[in-house]
């Protein structure tokens, strides 16, 4: 009994070791684009899109790509893997998620944060009247 | 209208009122045994039920009638849906979920009632869960669904004064004072990615599941209160089940959602939503599971007490984090702020929740009888409490994963979510061992386990699975080592299944439910590895009318076709193996906001789907040239040769903007077309609403069109001569030049069998429903026996 007890308890252990070693790698940390390019590690970037630079699509490549300036207020080139985001012209925000190369930030994935259409305001309720 | 509004609003105080009474009912009769307390309680429950009801009934009237002086309705409804939408917005919104579910709960209670009466366990369960009744009504008092408008945007709506005529919608709030305010003619509507039939079910069959997630939680707590440690058991096991069923059929039918619809790509996205009920729902399951070891043994007393109340207590804790606002943008849902009130209202309740359950567990832990369970490893009592374990584990990672952005936020300061790979690395071998298990313990359930005869019914299913796993891997290709090893324990558990229910069902076919739904477990297992683990994908751009291969496929892009002013179907043609379909996923555009919403559609053949999401359209013709024009500096567009002069502000148009009229800034240009040359202006209109650009067009002498679009102005103070303008100039359509056709851009990707994952949840329903009918008819064979014996 007492052994199947400890045996239990060690597996248990291992698999909450394993878990949060587990957590902790697949938690994307926030940086900045000057951190991300020294750490070449995966992170995630949370900033402003560029509106007044050039966007472009790469329809062979599939790859869209704008300025982006991050809180620190460097503006850097992101290539995203993908097509432009949903919402990507209402953000208000953006977080781009990927590594830092060759001067260019190559993100797996965008999100964009928006003053959602869906929320109650007075602007809206003045054009429905 | 509005005083139907605030009868609404009353009745839910009424029905608060009557639950809360209810609950000391109860609880009297309870403790005292008192027939006079225990009638004042269903009659309280009953008045609670009826006052819900009708004024849920009043609410969707105002819904239907459109009464848009009412915040909710304005909010989530518009006039132009169709009447199932239009029914849907009841709970579209936080108000009218709470409403929904505080409805079923009311339902369930009055079912629960009846069932419990006639096993002497009315005045205790009742009285727990009038408490949770409650707690939902208070939500809805505190968050009232009947709200009106002028009260939500006072600054907005109300005014004082002379009424100017004309005016539609007026309502005079103090005749005296002469305060009135005007209400919207039209709703803002029903966020259009909800918009389809899955609006109109799915959230119906969770909030069922999530209202019968209460009923195991409160048995347990009558159980403890009564010191009834075993016969609750048989009581709470049909519950459970039949919750699972629904929460589960809820769960899948939001994957299927998403899949179909969404266009999330997949079935499960791992989303905080998503995960929220499948936790409790795996908790449930892993209840059920643990209950049978009870039954059989008389040990697991305090498990079984301890999964019941974490099936309620996960429930809660999933409505904190997804209702809160507490998870905050880091989902693909969106939440929405609901103020301090429901935060702490939520996490109060969730408080008091797991302070009465574990409370009462701590205080009453001692006297629960130990009963020494005789271990051993080749029995089915030891893979159930190993199966219910690892069950509970997967529940836990899930949790802890859709927690991260509390965990993130307090331990380093900044919310961020964990990746996909976090939920497939820690659920993968856990879902191994519960293959496994499901197998393993259902084969040493049926043959009475001595080791000789356990290894010899062992032959047939590994020899079979071996077999699967090696045409998948021949087939499908190589994968990683564990997940061929989930492949196989898929299978095994599939075939030790069938194989046992094939034996039950000769026996007794009452009986078969189990293996029906371990079955269908096993099959949905299989199909989660071929589906998501051998799918392929490729991104494609398919111009207008030329065949592309990809993945064994030719596409053909053959057009678009305008369903509505914003909603646009893009055929493509498929042909594989000698059959051509056509599918016509559909991209959404908004004007107003720029937005696009992009819907899949799906070829289904017997073996794989075939999903094409479009990505986006690029026009081929006219494609529009940006260019900035310095100040003097001749640009050449085209046939011309555009320079760009000076900005005009008039004297006229800053005394416009001086008095808060609509007013003009202009930028001349010099367009040069030969020897001739001519002005051309362009205007940047600027009024309260904000400002924008006005398009010009320049005709060229042979009647060519010249689009001018200003994107942007770009004074300079320091040096005007540096001063510049942003256009974008789309050239005329030049007919010799080859046309470039529109390009589809889609996302194509091939899944193979994931049938079997909607075989297996079909399958797994009919396994609920069976051992739903066997636990009832076991349920009410005690409960005659208690009658009997009174």
């Known amino acids: 009994m007492k052994a199947k007890v400890i045996v239990g308890a060690i597996v248990v252990v291992i698999g909450l070791v394993l878990g949060a070693m587990n957590f902790m790698e697949s938690n994307v940390e926030y940086a900045d684009f000057s951190v991300a390019e020294q750490s070449h590690k995966k992170v995630q970037v949370k900033g402003e899109w560029m509106k007044e630079e050039a966007t472009n699509f790469d329809v062979q490549k599939v790859k869209f790509s704008f300025f982006m300036k991050d809180e620190s207020n460097r503006v850097v080139k992101v290539v995203l893997d993908g097509a432009k985001p949903n919402n990507f012209e209402l953000a208000s925000s953006v977080v781009a998620k990927g590594k830092f190369t060759n001067g260019e930030f190559h993100a797996s994935e965008v999100l964009t944060k928006c003053p959602s259409k869906y929320e109650g305001s007075s602007e809206t309720v003045k054009k429905t009247l | 209208m509005e005083l139907l509004g605030t009868i609404g609003s009353v009745i839910i105080k009424v029905a608060f009122a009557a639950a809360l009474a209810a609950v000391f009912f109860y609880y009297r009769s309870f403790k005292g045994n008192s027939d006079r307390a225990l009638f004042y309680a269903r009659n309280c429950y009953h008045l609670a039920t009826l006052s819900l009801i009708t004024a ?34 009841f709970y579209a919104g936080q108000e009218g979920s709470f409403t929904l579910w505080a409805l079923y709960t009311s339902f369930i209670g009055i079912f629960l009632m009846l069932y419990t009466s006639r096993r002497d366990y009315e005045s205790a369960t009742m009285s727990v869960y009038s408490l949770i009744l409650s707690f939902l009504l208070l939500m809805l008092v505190v968050k009232n669904p009947f709200t009106l408008i002028w009260d939500s945007f006072p600054a907005d709506l109300v005014k004082t004064g002379a009424i100017p005529g004309g005016l539609q919608n007026v309502v005079i709030l103090d005749a005296v004072k002469g305060v009135w305010a005007q209400f919207p003619s039209q709703g803002k509507g029903l966020n259009p990615l909800l918009q389809n039939y899955w609006m109109v ?22 159980a403890m209160m009564k010191r009834d440690y075993h016969s609750w058991i048989r009581i709470a096991t049909p519950w459970a089940v039949f919750g699972s069923m629904v929460l589960g059929t809820g769960i899948i039918l939001g994957g299927y959602w998403a899949y179909e619809t969404l266009g999330w790509g997949g079935f499960w996205g791992w989303d905080p939503v998503e995960n ?15 209950a049978l070891n009870q039954r059989k043994t008389g040990g697991f007393v305090r498990t079984n007490i301890v999964f019941s109340l974490l099936t309620f207590v996960t429930v809660l804790y999933s409505t904190f984090l997804t209702r809160s606002g507490v998870l905050g943008d880091t989902s693909v849902h969106s939440f929405v702020d609901p103020g301090m009130w429901v935060y702490w209202l939520l996490l109060g309740c969730l408080a008091v929740f797991i302070g009465i359950g574990f409370g009462l567990f701590a205080f009453r832990v001692k006297e629960m009888p130990r009963v020494p369970v005789k271990h051993s490893y080749f029995s089915r009592e030891f893979a ?28 380093k300061g900044k919310a961020s979510a964990v990746e996909i790979a976090y939920y497939v690395h820690t659920n993968l071998p856990l879902g191994i061992v519960i293959c496994l298990l499901s197998g393993l313990g259902q084969l040493l359930w049926w043959r009475q386990s001595n080791a000789g005869s356990f290894t010899r019914s062992l032959m047939v299913p590994v020899t079979l699975s071996l077999v699967i796993t090696g045409i998948v891997y021949g087939v499908l290709g190589s994968e990683e080592f564990l997940i061929l090893l989930f492949t196989f324990c898929a299978a095994f558990s599939l075939i030790a299944n069938v194989k046992v229910g094939y034996s039950v069902f000769a026996g007794n076919p009452k009986f078969v439910g189990g293996s029906i739904a371990h079955v269908g477990i096993a099959i949905m297992c299989l199909g989660f590895v071929t589906s998501s683990r051998y799918d392929s994908k490729a991104t494609l751009a398919l111009e207008r009318g030329r065949p592309t291969e990809s993945m064994g496929y030719r596409l053909t892009y053959l057009g678009y076709k305008e369903l509505d002013s914003e909603r646009y179907a893009f055929n493509v043609e498929v042909h594989h193996g000698g059959v051509t379909k056509t599918v016509a996923p559909i991209m959404r555009f908004n004007s107003q906001d720029n937005s696009t919403i992009r819907h899949p559609d799906v070829i289904n053949f017997l073996s794989r789907d075939f999903y094409v999401s479009p990505v986006t359209v690029e026009s081929g013709g006219e494609t529009a040239v940006s260019h900035t024009l310095v100040r003097g500096r001749p640009v050449a567009i085209g046939d011309l040769t555009v320079t760009f002069n000076e900005f005009e502000f008039t004297d006229e148009h800053r005394a416009a903007m001086a008095e808060g009229k609509e007013f003009f800034i202009s930028a001349d240009l010099l367009v040069q077309e030969g020897k001739s040359s001519r002005q051309l202006k362009l205007l940047m209109r600027n009024s309260a609403a904000g400002s924008d650009f006005v398009p010009a067009t320049y005709a060229s002498k042979d009647g060519k069109q010249y689009q001018f679009a200003m994107t942007r102005m770009m004074p300079s103070q320091e040096d005007p001569s540096q001063s510049a303008v942003a256009v974008d100039v789309t050239l005329p359509h030049d007919p010799a030049v080859h046309q470039k056709e529109d390009t589809l851009i889609i996302e194509a990707s091939i899944k193979p069998m994931i049938n079997l994952v909607w075989a297996g949840t079909v399958t797994l329903v009919i396994g609920f429903l069976l051992t739903i009918l066997r636990r009832v008819d076991e349920a009410r064979r005690q409960g005659d026996k208690i009658q009997a014996s009174e």
């Open chain 2, 56 to 89: 849920a009934s009043v609410f969707l009237y105002l819904i239907l009638t459109h009464q848009f002086q009412f915040t909710y309705v304005w909010e989530y409804s518009s006039t132009d849906l169709s009447l199932p939408l239009l029914i849907s917005t």
């Open chain 2, 201 to 222: 079910i799915h959230p119906q069959i969770l909030f069922i599941g999530f209202s019968s997630m209460a009923v195991p939680y409160t048995l347990a707590v009558a």
């Open chain 2, 276 to 290: 929220s009920s499948l936790i409790p729902w795996l908790l449930c399951v892993a209840s059920i599971h643990s």
């Open chain 2, 384 to 411: 159930l409490f190993l199966g219910a374990f690892t069950l509970s584990f997967v529940a836990l990672f899930v949790a802890i994963g859709t927690s991260s952005p509390i965990i993130t936020s307090i331990a």
